[in-house]
Nanobody, 114 residues
Framework: VQLVESGGGLVQPGGSLRLSCAAS????????MGWYRQPPGKERDLVAS???????NYADSVKGRFSISRDNARNTVYLQMNSLKAEDTAIYYC?????????WGKGTLVTVSS
């Protein structure tokens, strides 16, 4: 399984970005797709996840600002990020979990700064 993230960049506080992650290879119908982030000098933590059935889970710090969605036909997961704050600055990683295995993308940098 290969994961390719896109959509990162520099944005001002209060702005929005939409991240995309396209999965290729052997993708099973039942899986969990998610976004994690790693701020400079900190650990990687969950941002949001979504199951094949559409059940979502969010970190408390992004609830009400971020929205995760997926297109099962295209094996793609999205992260819509609104009202961005400086503390959202991080490398954002896509993750797919299926059949007790996990796969990671290489990450995309999101910088929130004026």
């Amino acid at each position: 399984v290969q994961l390719v993230e896109s959509g990162g960049g520099l944005v001002q506080p209060g702005g929005s970005l939409r991240l995309s992650c396209a999965a290729s290879g052997t993708i099973f119908r039942m899986n969990v797709m998610g976004w994690y982030r790693q701020p400079p000098g900190k650990e990687r933590d969950l941002v949001a996840s979504i199951t094949s059935g559409g059940t979502t889970n969010y970190a408390d710090s992004v609830k009400g600002r971020f929205s995760i969605s997926r297109d099962n036909a295209r094996n793609t997961v999205y992260l819509q990020m609104n009202s961005l704050k400086a503390e959202d600055t991080a490398i954002y990683y896509c993750r797919v979990y299926q059949l007790a295995m996990e796969f990671w993308g290489k990450g995309t940098l999101v910088t929130v700064s004026s």
